[in-house]
């Protein structure tokens, strides 16, 4: 079974998400045979490269906040990942565009690294003091090390703006297609979808159902054709 997960590194509620569902699939009796592929989203996607500014400074601007109401949700935030067992520095991050970490994902997939570097991105983003927006290419190069990643193929692909560029814009017009306007959003076998950070037993019943409802294989066949098996190839007698 193939669950897909859109999902953007600026999104608070894709990190917790995320913890959520490795909770439940961790639980899951047929885990092993679960494919999790991650989708490129962007929240902010006509920021420049180089507009980056402080979260709160966003949520006021962006949602129309008060100050005191974007400090508040995001004081709220950090006690939700915190039941989830992870880090959240509810002041002093700040915010820019992914582009560029969506495009590293993608290349992470082809290499088998793709869930180790979304990791990493979710974690220096939200835990970490070190901005992943304004240190330029070398800190997302860093971090694709640390995914076990090669640095200059990394480097290549950050400093080469249409390297996976394709890829980024195809899982955003599927996400539109699919009627995912938000994120986190996971689309079990294209059979059923979940939206947002739902709590663990949420997950656990859709990953149960849409894996009993996966339609068994019909033969066409009734046995009796010629075929290769592990004790050979049947060979027609005359």
């Known amino acids: 079974m193939r669950v897909e997960i859109w999902s953007d590194i ?4 894709c990190y917790v998400g995320k913890a959520r569902f490795e909770k439940a699939l961790a639980a899951f009796p047929h885990r092993e045979q679960v494919e999790v592929v991650h989708r490129s989203f962007e929240l902010d ?21 008060s100050e005191q109401q974007a400090r508040a949700g995001e004081e709220n935030l950090g006690a939700q990942a915190a039941a989830e067992g992870l880090e959240y520095r509810t002041r002093d991050r700040d915010h ?4 560029d970490m969506h495009r590293l994902l993608h290349f992470a997939k082809e290499q088998g690294r793709q869930d180790e570097l979304i990791q990493l991105l979710y974690r220096a983003n939200f835990a970490e ?5 304004t240190e330029g290419d070398e ?8 995914a076990g990643l090669d640095a200059d193929a990394a ?7 249409a390297a996976y560029a394709d890829d980024v814009r195809a899982d955003e017009r599927e996400a539109a297609q699919l009627g995912a306007n938000g994120v986190p ?3 079990l076998d294209r059979a059923y979808g979940v939206s947002g950070a739902q709590p663990a037993e949420v997950f656990a019943q859709a990953l149960t159902q849409a894996w009993g409802d996966r339609s068994p294989l019909k033969l066409i ?3 009796g054709a010629e075929a290769c098996g592990p004790d050979g190839c049947a060979v027609p007698q005359h």
């Open 10 to 13: 600026a999104c608070p509620w």
């Open 45 to 65: 996607p006509g920021r420049a490269k180089g507009d980056v500014q402080p979260v709160i400074t966003m949520l006021t601007k962006k949602y129309g906040m």
């Open 96 to 99: 820019g565009n992914t582009f």
């Open 129 to 133: 003091e070190r901005s992943v927006f």
């Open 139 to 146: 800190r997302l190069v860093q971090l694709a090390v640390e």
């Open 155 to 161: 480097r290549t692909v950050l400093t080469d703006p």
């Open 185 to 187: 959003f996971f689309v």
């Open 221 to 223: 066949d009734d046995g």
